[in-house]
């Protein structure tokens, strides 16, 4: 074992799938190691305080270790969790949002729900892999990129993707290989629906009418009866995209089905990438929101309408709202598509800018569905007070730390109590924790001298925390400073000694030579019979 090599027992999972480990007072997060293994490991990364590092190998095993089935399993960025058995992948997703939830947001939910998790395979059916040509590698590669690193893995199968898109890795080097801008193509988007798939090639330059030719030629070949593939540019931003080959398929949708809720969508804009577990996620969504006729519902970060198309179809009013004016365009669209128009209303707004006035003026909510991105909804749950407060709030949350600060203020300064709450493995083989709470209005909200003096009181104490923090790494850095300094006082002192008492040393050091050289055997003398 090298000296940078140093074995740890590891004791926990952290939120991105790391094995925690605590070495000679350092907390060590080692990329590929689960809970109770022994391990040795090599840092990448020190802090005074941590250490990033990744298993060398494992001395000792977890029962829920497992064989990863991608050979490029370590070397991709794209999964993290392939080692983990897919059910203790679940149970350590839950305990994430527990330990969320208990630490940051301070809350526990009456109730846990039962995990959603569906496919552990072929699920994603939304991903951007890159392009590149490298001479070195003999061409161009295609796939995500390498862990930790701007360079691109070189792949030739990626297990999450369908099946029909996976085995067109290769074909999509070889491909590429062709354009005449096989140098000004760095990325490919791929768009599963339910009735085509659309790979979008973001290309820097225009194509000739040979690439055209090449691009003809690929989707003749790849496409199947089951599976019909369409080819779009993307000359600059997202809503510059727009199909070449061929001009005329079916249009890119996916469905909700227990809602009888089509959703067509261009192949840049935001859908959930597993369409299986959305359509289980917008049910259990629904079930706990329980929305009735002739109420007037919110839905907030609506997107296309994946929750306030299912919302209206139980005879709900909606007004949904979204800080994007593309995607509030395509939800009014999908809206009409599906024949609910008169059943909701959509807005464009930055949810992060929510104020209590603001609300207000958008009127009286009966309930509440919220989607928001990773940033989660700060603004809007403060924003939140006794007059305007909906009686249900239904919160999908796709990172559970967010999650666990907005439930800290609906449920300690908002009046509403936790009653459920549990993981969606949308993104399974990552450390990705999606999530579903409900929350129920059960009491007042504090007055806004209240939360504002909370909020002071925890801002004196993060404050405090910081400085002292600071103030122990600045008694470790001078106890520190000061035992160099003594070593090397130490080391003068002993040659200063050294220096004064040179005759004497030099004596002693004769003298030692010559006893060894007397007991030393003489070479010249006869061998004894």
Known sequence: MSHSQTVALVESLDY????????????????????????????????????????ISVLKESFVRTKPRCPHFGVCGGCSMQHVEFSAQVAIKQRVLEDNLAHLGKVKAERILPPIAGPAWGYRHRARMSARYVEKKGGVLVG??????????????CHILPPHISRLIDPLRAMIERLSIKQRMPQVEIAVGAKVSVLVFRNMDDISEDDLKVFAEFVDTHTHIHHPLQIWLQPKGPD?????????????????????????????????????????????ALKLLDPQPGERIADMFCGIGNFTLPIARSGATVHGMEGSQAL??????????????????????????????????????????????????????????????????????????????DANVLVNTKG??????GII??????????????????GPCMSRAETEAIEAAEAAARAAAKEAKKAREAAAAKAKADEE????????????????NQPYYDAR?????????????????????
């Open 16 to 55: 991105e799938g790391r094995g925690v480990a605590h070495v000679e007072g350092k907390t060590i997060f080692i990329d590929g190691a689960l809970p109770y293994e022994k391990v040795i490991y090599r840092a990448y990364r020190k802090k005074p305080t941590y250490e990033n590092a990744d298993v």
């Open 144 to 157: 995500f990129h390498e862990k930790r690193s701007s360079f691109i893995a070189d792949m030739h199968e």
């Open 240 to 284: 510059t995209c727009y199909p070449i080959y061929p001009e005329n398929a079916p249009k890119l949708s996916y469905e909700i089905a227990d809602f009888d809720v089509e959703m067509p969508y261009y192949p840049t804009e935001f859908t959930q990438v597993n369409p299986e577990i959305n359509n289980v996620m917008v049910a259990r």
């Open 328 to 405: 509030v365009k395509r939800a009014i669209e999908n809206a009409t598509h599906n024949g609910l128009e008169d059943s909701v209303s959509y807005e464009m707004a930055n949810l992060f800018d929510v104020t209590e006035e603001s609300f207000a003026a958008l009127g009286h909510f009966d309930k509440m569905l919220i989607d928001p991105p990773r940033d989660g909804a700060m603004a809007l749950v403060k924003a939140i007070t006794d007059e305007t407060a909906p009686a249900r709030i239904v919160y999908v949350s796709c990172n559970p730390a967010t999650l666990a600060r």
């Open 416 to 421: 509403y109590t936790l009653k459920a709450g």
């Open 425 to 442: 493995n949308m993104f399974p083989h990552t450390a990705h924790v999606e999530s579903v709470a409900w929350f129920e209005k059960t």
């Open 485 to 500: 300094a003594e070593r090397i006082a130490q080391k003068a002192a002993r040659r200063q000694h050294y220096l004064e």
């Open 509 to 529: 050091n004769k003298k030692a030579e010559g006893n060894a050289d007397a007991a030393a055997p003489d070479s010249q003398a006869e061998p004894k019979e």
